[in-house]
């Protein structure tokens, strides 16, 4: 459920699966793109966390073909999130071109990082070597994929219960009996929808 006003799915409770919802009313006729441009993308990582703000003006003003080529390559790297999710839900094995084409996106991303020296508690830290390449924010994005799917584990990684909701969500609950992506939307809905079937019946 969006609660913060910026357009943006943020159910998710991770941010590659808040960057596989950000296409929104998936199984509708007419589902509504939120990352319709390279400035959308832009935003996304930074509201995300996955890219430092002081990089994110920069980005912002870059102009020509590239950004555009990167925020489809963005909404296509997405989907082949989205299918090896729902390969997973649906009990289906995982289709080798969606692996191939994370791989080369992961690989890519780490590519554009150096090891630098660091203050903080750890000796070095990563940066990226060259923080204005427009493609930084679909480095940030394929990272946050990697983290998702070798990290945490294949079973917190639910998919809303809903019939009409296609909201993929990390279910981080104590019982990890979470159905849906939101109690508030989803989950009132649908009880709604049991107790008036349950009542014709």
């Given at each position: 459920?969006?609660?913060?006003?910026?357009?943006?799915?943020?159910?998710?409770?991770?941010?590659?699966?808040?960057?596989?919802?950000?296409?929104?009313?998936?199984?509708?006729?007419?589902?509504?793109?939120?990352?319709?441009?390279?400035?959308?993308?832009?935003?996304?990582?930074?509201?995300?966390?996955?890219i430092e703000?002081?990089i994110v003006?920069?980005?912002?003003?870059?102009?020509?073909?590239?950004?555009?080529?990167?925020?489809?390559?963005?909404?296509?790297?997405?989907?082949?999130?989205?299918?090896?999710?729902?390969?997973?839900?649906?009990?289906?094995?995982?289709?080798?071109?969606?692996?191939?084409?994370?791989?080369?996106?992961?690989?890519?991303?780490?590519?554009?990082?150096?090891?630098?020296?660091?203050?903080?508690?750890?000796?070095?830290?990563?940066?990226?070597?060259?923080?204005?390449?427009?493609?930084?924010?679909?480095?940030?994005?394929?990272?946050?994929?990697?983290?998702?799917?070798?990290?945490?584990?294949?079973?917190?990684?639910?998919?809303?219960?809903?019939?009409?909701?296609?909201?993929?969500?990390?279910?981080?609950?104590?019982?990890?009996?979470?159905?849906?992506?939101?109690?508030?939307?989803?989950?009132?809905?649908?009880?709604?929808?049991?107790?008036?079937?349950?009542?014709?019946?």
């Amino acid at each position: 459920m969006n609660n913060r006003g910026d357009g943006f799915e943020w159910s998710g409770g991770h941010p590659a699966l808040d960057f596989v919802n950000t296409l929104d009313e998936r199984p509708s006729d007419e589902p509504i793109e939120n990352l319709a441009t390279y400035h959308d993308l832009v935003r996304f990582a930074e509201l995300a966390g996955l890219i430092e703000p002081p990089i994110v003006k920069p980005l912002l003003r870059l102009r020509g073909l590239a950004p555009g080529r990167i925020v489809k390559g963005a909404r296509r790297l997405r989907e082949h999130l989205h299918d090896i999710l729902a390969a997973k839900v649906s009990g289906r094995p995982t289709r080798q071109p969606d692996l191939d084409a994370l791989s080369a996106a992961i690989k890519a991303a780490h590519a554009a990082r150096a090891l630098v020296g660091s203050r903080s508690a750890g000796l070095v830290r990563y940066r990226w070597c060259s923080p204005r390449t427009p493609e930084i924010p679909l480095h940030a994005c394929a990272l946050a994929i990697e983290s998702l799917l070798v990290d945490e584990e294949r079973t917190r990684i639910r998919k809303c219960a809903a019939a009409d909701c296609d909201v993929y969500y990390l279910d981080t609950s104590k019982s990890q009996r979470r159905q849906w992506c939101s109690m508030i939307g989803c989950g009132n809905r649908e009880k709604q929808r049991r107790r008036r079937a349950a009542a014709r019946n």
